[in-house]
T-cell receptor, first 112, second 115 residues
């Protein structure tokens, strides 16, 4: 079946540092979504991407839809303590309407 | 406030109990979903409903029984669960299925513990 590999699994960084994480898939996707989950809450949508090469920003967050359509990247600039949480990528293949597949998540910890 | 409300937030049940999880969305969406989130595992899709009709059952054991009476409400009925069913159960909704309409909005989840 389709799989998403998300890396890194966890990151521990200093406040003010930039962060990068990525997801790769075994098949071509037509949608990439990035979510953040705070402890005890459900995931919240950060950025949605729908075209190969698309680069979209949301404040200090920037995400890109890879040219090969098999990967996506999320960057966080100048991290702050409230960036702490688990970041998930999610993707959907053209033929799999209703089957959004999630990565394993990247746990981010920020040291003040 | 995400527009998707789940109750209860926490549930502890024995293996012989019957309980139900409830989800309500106030976003006017047509599709609703149940996901299971276990520690150190990706979110697992369980069921998808579109306009009250089930469109996806991801090989979920029959001890989980979903019900979707209308596009705004979704239930997950639980009976004779196993300890390995302990997890966070997340409800989500989207405008429709497919493409740009399938951005999921999640509830806060029900943390389930089966003893």
């Amino acid at each position: 079946g389709q799989q998403l590999n998300q890396s890194p699994q966890s990151m521990f960084i200093q406040e003010g540092e930039d962060v990068s994480m990525n997801c790769t898939s075994s098949s071509i996707f037509n949608t990439w979504l990035w979510y953040k989950q705070d402890p005890g809450e459900g995931p919240v949508l950060l950025i949605a991407l729908y075209k190969a090469g698309e680069l979209t920003s949301n404040g200090r967050l920037t995400a890109q839809f890879g040219i090969t359509r098999k990967d996506s990247f999320l960057n966080i600039s100048a991290s702050i303590p409230s960036d702490v949480g688990i970041y998930f990528c999610a993707g959907q293949a053209i033929s799999n309407t209703g089957k959004l597949i999630f990565g394993q998540g990247t746990t981010l910890q920020v040291k003040p | 406030e995400t527009g998707v409300t789940q109750t209860p937030r926490h549930l502890v049940m024995g293996m012989t109990n019957k309980k139900s999880l409830k989800c309500e969305q106030h976003l006017g969406h047509n599709a609703m979903y149940w996901y299971k989130q276990s520690a150190k595992k990706p979110l697992e899709l369980m069921f998808v409903y579109n306009f009250k009709e089930q469109t996806e059952n991801n090989s979920v054991p029959s001890r989980f029984s979903p019900e979707c009476p209308n596009s705004s409400h979704l239930f997950l009925h639980l009976h004779t669960l196993q300890p390995e069913d302990s997890a966070l159960y997340l409800c989500a909704s989207s405008q429709d299925l497919g493409g740009r309409s399938e951005k999921l909005f999640f509830g806060s989840g029900t943390q389930l513990s089966v003893l």
